[in-house]
């Protein structure tokens, strides 16, 4: 691969351009659908971010193909951030109930 073409991992091109270059490393980002245009060459039916019609729950997967049946889920800042919330609060509970 071109180390000119791939950096760190985003979720959209645009999200990519916004985070800019990578102070630590000098990398650029690269959005997730530059990834999956080469992983799935033949693939032009990647839907982001739109809800799932007919399904019981109310879904929107960060990316889906219809042809290949399949959903990507790109976990990213907002993730790791909620689980941050999460185990503060589980520390907090744990202090109170020693």
């Known amino acids: 691969?071109?180390?000119e073409k791939w950096g760190f991992?985003?979720?959209?091109?645009e999200d990519a351009k916004k985070a800019g270059i990578d102070e630590d490393?000098?990398?650029h980002?690269?959005?997730?659908e530059e990834y999956l245009k080469v992983i799935f060459?033949?693939?032009d039916d990647?839907?982001?971010?739109?809800?799932?019609s007919g399904w019981k729950r109310k879904v929107r997967?960060?990316?889906r193909s219809e042809s290949l049946k399949l959903i990507i889920e790109f976990d990213g800042l907002?993730?790791?951030l909620i689980l941050i919330k999460y185990q503060m609060i589980l520390k907090r509970l744990s202090f109170i109930k020693n």
């Open 29 to 32: 980002r690269t959005g997730l």
């Open 1 to 3: 691969m071109d180390s």
């Open 9 to 13: 991992l985003r979720e959209t091109i």
């Open 46 to 52: 990647w839907i982001h971010d739109k809800s799932c």
């Open 25 to 27: 490393t000098g990398l």
């Open 78 to 80: 907002q993730h790791l």
């Open 61 to 63: 997967p960060d990316y």
């Open 41 to 43: 060459p033949k693939v």
